[in-house]
């Protein structure tokens, strides 16, 4: 594919003529995305404009379904309704029509936040934020001019395609646990025990830090305050909004996940705050419904890059599916002006292994994408080199020793654009100006499978680690994957061309 500058494009074209080039009737901005070599081809992501979070993710009667945080209005954060896709194996989706909108004088006028789906009495629920504008004593989001009440509300399925949903007028939850000054009240998660319902709900304290607070339920209608199911520590940091000091906790998610036969059971925490989205495993006690974290008390990134506010179900077979938002790293003019923003990352499949360690490897269903692979053998000092013909191409690289350094770099005509780099003897992973080191991974042969969509880079280390990487200058035909190993034994390198989830890249 020839890759189309999108403002050349437009500024060359009327409409019409537009229809003439690309006969299946989109419009000129249509046809520029489609045609946008920076938009992911493999990733789901709404026909345009802005999306972030992932909200109730849900199988149906034969159906996954993933909603999420959209503006249907511009590519920028805003006015959020919550957008639909549908699929029958994770990877391809039919976009479906808006699932979730404002109520005018509703108690989510101004926004329908994040949530969670249920099946409720057999019936699918949605329990999510509602925003609306309210006096500063009443508001639970107060920054600069802002003020913002947030309450949680229910939404019950009326068809089995979740295209109709009938909102409960009244919150099941209108204020926050009294006596609490609260940093925010937002993104319900709940889940059921086998004496009722219980939900958590992101929050924190001023001063105090971030913390998930913790409700009962029998009919998820009438919920009532336990006590906070996790809580962090004052951070000493200062910021307008108390998401970026840590004070806030945005989207839990709650859950029980096995181990390696032999190991004890765990409890699995995740939230977001100061752009990561953290993970900590624990004890919960179902008896007195407290959470323990593991004793290193260590909160550790779902991934180091850009991703952000995941959230989690269980597939029919019993696997724990994590979906995550994808974000921009350009400047907003930019993003504004390509028409999209934002994309999911692909299902990641949790598990735990021996030492309590969370993982997480990219679901196998995502391989039905592949076509045919390139093989080669790299050993100490030699290279892999391919020149891309286009962006979208899965990367597997197997060590069969610790080498000493592994780099794989994107080139785009003769300038680097995006490094990726192992450090065996430190077992450190470095991309650009970030170095984290790889649980687990000196002395250990290093595996890296890299998924490269367009603009998005989602890379996977030895399924310990994850990084989200977005790089604005590639280009097809003139991008070159390099793959270098210095020092002893040598790596195996797989490359597939990945094929695109939708015909015309408006994912449906
Ligand atoms: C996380 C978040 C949530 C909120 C939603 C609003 O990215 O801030 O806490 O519900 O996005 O779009």
Redesign the pocket.
């Known amino acids: 594919m020839v890759a189309i500058d999108r403002r050349s494009f437009l500024a060359g074209l009327t409409c019409a003529a537009a229809h003439r080039a690309f006969p299946s009737a989109l419009s000129a901005a249509a046809f520029a995305r489609a045609h946008d070599p920076l938009r992911p081809w493999y990733h789901l992501l709404p026909p345009h404009n802005w999306m972030?979070?992932p909200n109730g993710p849900i199988w149906w009667k034969g159906k996954y379904h993933l909603f999420y945080?959209l503006n249907p209005h511009a590519a920028v954060?805003g006015d959020?309704h919550w957008g639909h896709a549908v699929s029958t194996d994770m990877v391809h989706w039919d976009d479906q029509p808006i699932a979730l909108a404002p109520t005018p004088g509703g108690a989510d006028s101004e926004g329908c936040?994040?949530g969670s789906a249920v099946v409720f009495d057999g019936v699918p629920t949605f329990i999510y934020?509602g925003v609306q504008n309210a006096p500063r004593a009443q508001s639970t989001i107060r920054d600069g001019d802002n003020h913002l009440r947030e309450t949680q509300l229910l939404a019950t399925a009326e068809d089995d395609n979740l295209l109709h949903w009938k909102k409960r007028a009244e919150p099941v939850l209108a204020t926050p646990p009294e006596g609490m000054d609260v940093t925010g009240f937002?993104?319900p998660c709940p889940w059921k025990e086998e004496d009722g319902w219980y939900l958590g709900v992101?929050s924190g304290e001023r001063g105090k830090g971030g913390c998930v607070l913790l409700y009962r339920s029998q009919y998820l209608r009438h919920l009532e305050y336990l006590h906070k199911l996790a809580e962090g520590t004052p951070s000493g940091k200062e910021a307008a909004n108390p998401v970026d000091s840590g004070e806030m906790w945005?989207?839990p998610d709650f859950f029980p996940l096995a181990g390696p036969p032999g190991t004890s059971p765990h409890h699995v925490l995740l939230y977001?705050t100061e752009g990561k989205s953290l993970w900590t495993t624990g004890h919960y006690d179902t008896k007195a419904h407290r959470y323990t974290a593991d004793p290193t008390g260590k909160a550790w990134p779902l991934d180091h890059g850009a991703y952000?506010?995941p959230t989690s179900f269980l597939a029919p077979e019993g696997r724990r599916i994590l979906w995550g938002?994808i974000q921009e790293t350009r400047p907003p003019a930019q993003y504004a002006a390509a028409g999209w923003a934002g994309a999911m990352s692909l299902p990641r499949v949790l598990s735990l292994d021996a030492s309590g360690r969370l993982n997480l490897t990219p679901a196998k269903e995502v391989e039905a994408l592949r076509s045919l692979a390139l093989r080669a053998q790299i050993h100490a000092h030699s290279s892999f080199r391919h020149k891309l013909r286009h962006l979208r191409r899965e990367i597997q690289i197997i060590a069969d020793s610790p080498p000493s350094t592994l780099t794989v770099r994107l080139v785009v005509t003769g300038t680097e654009a995006w490094k990726l780099q192992f450090n065996g003897a430190a077992g450190t992973v470095t991309c650009s100006d970030l170095t984290f080191t790889a649980a687990g991974s000196v002395d250990r042969p290093p595996e890296l499978r890299i998924f490269v969509d367009g603009s998005v880079i989602e890379s996977f280390f030895n399924a310990t680690d994850a990084l989200t990487s977005r790089v604005y200058t590639v280009q097809p035909h003139a991008t070159e994957l390099i793959v270098e190993l210095s020092g002893p034994g040598s790596a195996e390198v797989q490359s597939w061309p990945m094929r695109a989830i939708s015909p015309d890249r408006m994912t449906g």
Do not use: I, K, L
């Open positions: 972030n979070d945080q954060w959020m936040f994040s934020t937002r993104d992101g945005e989207c977001s952000y506010a938002w």
